[in-house]
């Protein structure tokens, strides 16, 4: 079956400008997580979503990232306002239920000039 | 606090050499589970196994094993008869109240032919 996918796959911005990241998780999945790669920090928790219930945001770095998720599917994360510190691998997953095993979208590579 | 340590930065062997990745972790939950995930040269992070904390049997799957001990805290990952497609990042994960993962830095594994 197919697996998460993520759009953009690169996405290449101004410093200022906002952008907004898709993913897609596997059908039937009820959590969907996002992290976010870096080179000086990692991979981080940004924020997950479970069903029905409030998400936890406890991940996001500033009041410049938000997230929603329509229809307990797709999911789109934004960043407004976007720094150059902000440039990183945004990592989408999906995970049947919460302590199982998630599975990666490849990914959006934000470069912010 | 939940932490996961892999304290290779870089490992480079030469193929068919057996390779051991470090993973020592920092937990106050009883209950939790243990990732690993591998991140080849085309970025996806690829899952390799999920572990809880009940259950202390290594575990094998063709050449990969996993050594799991509650009593140093430490799950390490052995690679037998290395190959070369075995070259990538290789990351621990600790799953932080069913809800997020906890990275370690990971490793880089590069298998010499």
């Known amino acids: 079956g197919a697996g998460v996918s993520q759009s953009p796959s690169n996405k290449v911005t101004e410093k200022g400008k906002d952008v907004e990241l898709r993913c897609d998780p596997i059908?039937?999945?009820?959590?969907l997580y996002w992290y976010r790669q870096s080179l000086g920090q990692g991979l981080e928790f940004l924020i997950y979503f479970q069903g029905n219930s409030a998400p936890d945001k406890s991940g996001l770095p500033s009041d410049r990232f938000s997230a929603e998720r329509t229809g307990g599917s797709v999911s789109t994360l934004t960043i407004q306002r976007t720094q150059q510190e902000d440039s990183a691998v945004y990592l989408c997953?999906?995970?049947?239920?919460?302590?199982?095993?998630?599975?990666f979208g490849p990914g959006t590579r934000l470069t912010v000039l | 606090a939940q932490k996961v340590t892999q304290a290779q930065t870089e490992i480079s062997v030469v193929e068919k050499e057996d390779v051991t990745l470090d993973c020592v972790y920092e937990t106050r939950d009883t209950t939790y589970y243990l990732f690993w995930y591998k991140q080849p040269p085309s970025g996806e992070l690829v899952f390799l196994i999920r572990?809880?904390?009940?259950?202390?049997q290594n575990e094998i799957s063709g050449r990969y094993s996993w050594n799991f001990q509650k009593s140093t805290s430490s799950f390490n990952f052995t690679i037998t008869a290395s190959q070369v497609v075995d070259s990538a990042v290789y990351f621990c994960?600790?799953?932080?109240?069913?809800?997020?993962?906890?990275f370690g830095q990971g490793t880089r594994l590069t298998i010499n032919p």
């Open positions: 997953a999906s995970s049947l239920e919460p302590d199982n095993e998630q599975f």
């Open positions: 572990r809880n904390s009940f259950d202390e």
């Open positions: 994960a600790l799953l932080q109240g069913a809800q997020k993962l906890v």
């Open positions: 059908s039937g999945h009820t959590a």
